[in-house]
């Protein structure tokens, strides 16, 4: 079945530092999503991509929509203390009929000292 | 806040038994996702309803349904609960489904199911 191979797993950076990680598939995808999830909460969109090597900015944080459309990065920029959390990459694919379903990443933790 | 509004936020229950989860999408979106998150499995997509109809199946147990009404919320339920059963379940929504051009899927607070 589909797969995303999310990495690294975990990120331990200081504050001001900057962060990069990424998702590769097997498989090709139309959407790419990034999403953070604080303890407690569900995911929050971060960014959305929805085209073969789309650049898209959200703040410090910007994203690529890789070329074969089978990966994706994150990158986030002079880190801060409140972007400690868990980021999820997904994929988004038709399931079964017309439907749409999205397929996630395992994670990264990322932890910030300040 | 998504505006995806889930209860209830915990449910502590047995082996055997059954629950119901309540999610309720954001204004306008007509398309309702369920998921289940847990530490081994990571977020796994169960089953999408669009407007009333069921749309995509994803890895979801012969034990649990969904059901979206016709205000548009929609229940997962889940009966003869095993140990293994104990996860958060999302529910997020969106505007449309895949016929209807791309759009982001917004999440809920989840509902977090543990078995006794």
């Known amino acids: 079945g589909q797969q995303l191979n999310q990495s690294p797993q975990s990120m331990f950076i200081q504050e001001g530092e900057d962060v990069s990680m990424n998702c590769t598939s097997s498989s090709i995808f139309n959407t790419w999503l990034w999403y953070k999830q604080d303890p407690g909460e569900g995911p929050v969109l971060l960014i959305a991509l929805y085209k073969a090597g789309e650049l898209t900015s959200n703040g410090r944080l910007t994203a690529q929509f890789g070329t074969t459309r089978k990966d994706s990065f994150l990158n986030i920029s002079a880190s801060i203390p409140s972007d400690v959390g868990i980021y999820f990459c997904?994929?988004?694919?038709?399931?079964?009929?017309?439907?749409?379903?999205?397929?996630f990443g395992k994670g990264t933790t990322l932890s910030v000292s300040s | 806040d998504s505006g995806v509004t889930q209860t209830p936020k915990h449910l502590i229950t047995a082996t055997g038994q059954r629950v119901t989860l309540r999610c309720s999408p954001r204004?306008?979106?007509?398309?309702v996702y369920w998921y289940q998150q847990s530490l081994d499995q990571g977020l796994q997509f169960l089953i999408q309803?669009?407007?009333?109809?069921?749309?995509a199946k994803g890895n979801i147990l012969e034990r649990f349904s969904a059901q979206q009404f016709p205000d548009l919320h929609s229940e997962l339920n889940l009966s003869s609960l095993e140990l293994g059963d104990s996860a958060l379940y999302f529910c997020?929504?969106?505007?449309?489904?895949?016929?209807?051009?791309?759009?982001?899927?917004?999440f809920g607070d989840g509902t977090r199911l543990s078995i006794l």
């Open positions: 997904a994929g988004r694919y038709t399931a079964n009929q017309a439907g749409t379903a999205l397929i």
């Open positions: 309803y669009y407007n009333g109809e069921e749309r």
């Open positions: 204004s306008g979106d007509l398309s």
């Open positions: 997020a929504s969106s505007t449309g489904d895949s016929e209807h051009g791309n759009q982001p899927q917004h």
